[in-house]
């Protein structure tokens, strides 16, 4: 069969790299991709919002598979569009319908679905610009530091924690009078500061059933010992190692099984992958947040870590069939760190040659900002690439991927040097 993901990441390089390790697969298209998924399969010069350019393509390949990267094409109704459009309908699409994004486009959605089934979560209210004065009282009667969310998708931006709580009414002023998100802060929940450590859980579901994936640690801040402006991760690790098998247990009964049941109860149609931003607190699970897609650059030690067939695992999504099949898990430990352009995430370069990329290893090399120009491969964003190495402990898996970036150059590269260090 034919493929075609959406996105142009790591983690898309991710989804090319695992879904092309299928004999399933025909023919593999990414839209738009980069300079690493055009050399396992066909990039098209799509972009993921561009939806009727999309069902173009899709009829023009044959193609029998969807796969979303990002959550913003899931938010805007790209399901929905592809299944009403009446030379689609059979497409499969690996990712929820609008309604179902909400969990992730929706801050206020989730709360209220999080609260509707008894899972753990921080306390919260949301407030608009009608109520801001409710919101000014309820960040009087609780302690610092303040977490403020816009209520919609804000490309990662949207979450500021405060400790002061005249900056926080401020923040919160800017966000709901002055569109300091643009629209989504138009609602803001406040909610109470949860203090822990932070782990990223995924599943995959047909809607009725679900299957676990590997989980991972992120590393969001631009500095050692998570220091600094938050990025799009600059690393991941897969498994947390302080994951026992205890604790693993607890998440999948209190958060992971009453979402499946919280989706079928509320009648929330769902196919795709579901992301858990979790938080550890003593020995408690909470959700920090849903995300309707899987991780970025949590992928990239995630999918690696998959030794069944991915695409086998996609369709059983699509025909109902996912309580018949067994995910294998490597017992092989993942780590990833990125290489990213000076200045992330702040203003930075793009055009950069990157050199070494040749090297021989058994590093899995996968891009993300970087393109193809005249058989040169060059930075194209923040996040360049993404280091992946796989060994019998993190710890030796990160070893490998420092010994694989030694041969890796371009202007201005910048890596955090301490992956893993709180593990
Ligand atoms: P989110 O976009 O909801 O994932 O939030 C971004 C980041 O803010 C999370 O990864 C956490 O590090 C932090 N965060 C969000 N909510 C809370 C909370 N209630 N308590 C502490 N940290 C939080
Ligand atoms: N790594 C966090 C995310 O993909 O949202």
Do not use: W
């Amino acid at each position: 069969m034919n493929i075609m993901i959406l996105g142009s990441g790591g983690r898309e390089h991710a989804f090319a790299y695992k879904i092309k390790q299928s004999t399933l697969c025909k023919n593999l298209y990414v839209a738009p991709g980069n300079s690493g998924t055009s050399e396992i399969a066909t990039n098209l010069e799509i972009q993921v919002n561009q939806f009727e350019l999309i069902a173009d393509a899709i009829q023009k390949y044959i193609i029998s598979m969807v796969i979303v990267g990002p959550e913003v094409p899931l938010v805007n109704g790209l399901n929905d569009y592809i299944k009403s459009h009446k030379k689609l309908s059979n497409v499969i699409v690996i990712g929820p319908n609008q309604h179902a994004s909400q969990l992730e486009g929706s801050k206020d959605f989730a709360k209220d679905f999080l609260n509707r089934h008894n899972i753990p979560t921080a306390a919260h209210k949301t407030f608009t610009a009608q109520t801001i004065d409710d919101a000014f009282l309820y960040i009087d009667s609780m302690p610092a530091p303040y977490v403020l969310k816009a209520d919609g998708l804000a490309a990662g931006k949207g979450v500021l924690i405060i400790d002061d709580p005249n900056e926080a009414k401020n923040e919160l002023n800017e966000m709901l009078t002055k569109s300091k998100f643009g629209d989504a802060g138009n609602s803001v929940v406040i909610e109470e500061f949860l203090d822990g450590i932070e782990l990223s859980c995924f599943a995959l579901t047909d809607g009725k059933d679900y299957k676990l994936l590997p989980s991972a640690k992120d590393y969001k801040r631009i500095g050692e010992g998570d220091t600094g402006l938050n990025t799009g991760g600059m690393g991941a690790v897969s498994p947390p190692t302080f994951l026992t098998q205890d604790f693993f247990n607890k998440i999948e009964k209190k958060v992971i099984k009453p979402t499946i049941d919280g989706l079928k109860n509320d009648n929330i149609d769902y196919q795709g992958f579901l992301f858990f931003g979790l938080i550890k607190v003593k020995e408690e699970p909470y959700v920090i947040e849903y995300n309707v897609r899987m991780g970025d650059p949590e992928s990239e030690v995630v999918l690696p870590r998959i030794k069944s067939d991915f695409l086998e695992l996609l369709l059983s999504v699509s025909n109902g069939e996912l309580s018949n099949h067994q995910v294998e898990i490597d017992s092989q430990q993942a780590a990833t760190v990125f290489l990213v352009s000076g200045g992330y995430p702040e203003k930075y370069e793009k055009g950069k040659e990157i050199f070494g990329l040749d090297i021989k290893s058994d590093s899995i090399l996968f891009h993300a900002g970087a393109k193809s120009e005249n058989g040169k491969i060059k930075t194209n964003g923040g996040r360049v690439i993404a280091i992946t190495s796989m060994a019998d402990s993190v710890k030796d898996a990160l070893e490998k991927s420092y010994e694989t970036i030694k041969s890796i150059k371009f202007e201005k590269m910048n890596y955090r040097k301490d992956i893993g260090f709180d593990l």
